[in-house]
């Protein structure tokens, strides 16, 4: 639909648990990010990469890791989540970091945490 | 907190209406942009805006940018049902690297 796919895309966990989320970017793009939208609260940025290297890193908690081994795939691993952690995860991509660069949604994983 | 913030949060209105939202920011801004939401989607780019430009249009889309009030509009004419989504300003700060900061959405139904 948008060039830019994640899999999966409903996800149920319990806390113990360790799963990853893919995703996978199809329109030649540079950089890649994660964001994490919950309910009533602004989507908030997670992680940014740029050419498979991270250049931001939103005081994310360490439970949650990510790995971009080349310039089309960007993964999340999960490790012992919250309830509070429980949201639509969302992957984008876009031609730079620049501001001006428009960025190219996935249709989100949405993740319950039990 | 330097997110964008907009106005109204819901908005209802009939099919063939026009819809107005409103997003109003901090800081100085290099660009702003605004993104549509299907419910339980990804984000859809629509139109970016510099901070230069007052006003661009886009098919049914008007997007304005009034950088001395620090606000920016987007009205969609004669609104359909297929336009009932959330819809999202996303501004870039020169000093936060130009990253995107999004606000937290105006939901809009349009009923038929």
């Known amino acids: 639909e948008t060039g830019v796919t994640q899999t999966p895309r409903h996800l149920v966990m319990g806390m113990t648990n360790k799963k990853s989320l893919k995703c996978e970017q199809h329109?030649?793009?540079?950089?890649m990010y994660w964001y994490k939208q919950s309910a009533k609260k602004p989507l908030e940025l997670m992680f940014v990469?740029?050419?498979?290297?991270?250049?931001e890193n939103n005081s994310v908690p360490s439970r949650f890791s990510p790995e971009c081994p080349n310039s089309s795939h960007l993964f999340l691993h999960l490790h012992t989540l919250q309830p509070e952690d429980s949201a639509l995860y969302l992957c984008?991509?876009?031609?730079?970091?620049?501001?001006?660069?428009?960025?190219?949604f996935g249709p989100g994983t949405r993740l319950t945490v039990l | 907190s330097q997110q964008g913030e907009e106005d109204p949060q819901a908005l209802s209105i009939q099919e063939g209406e026009n819809a107005t939202m409103n997003c109003s920011y901090k800081?100085?801004?290099?660009?702003l942009q605004w993104y549509r939401q299907n419910s339980g989607r990804g984000l859809v780019h629509l139109i970016l805006?510099?901070?230069?430009?007052r006003e661009k249009h886009s098919g049914r889309l008007r997007v304005t940018l009034d950088t001395s009030k620090k606000s920016s509009s987007l009205l969609i004419t004669a609104s359909r049902a297929a336009d009932t989504a959330s819809y999202f300003c996303?501004?870039?700060?020169?000093?936060?690297?130009?990253?995107?900061?999004f606000g937290a959405g105006t939901i809009l139904r349009v009923k038929s």
């Open positions: 984008a991509s876009s031609q730079g970091v620049r501001g001006t660069d428009t960025q190219y």
């Open positions: 329109l030649g793009h540079n950089a």
């Open positions: 990469y740029s050419l498979e290297e991270r250049v």
């Open positions: 800081t100085s801004i290099n660009n």
């Open positions: 805006i510099r901070s230069n430009e």
């Open positions: 996303a501004t870039s700060y020169v000093e936060y690297g130009n990253k995107l900061v």
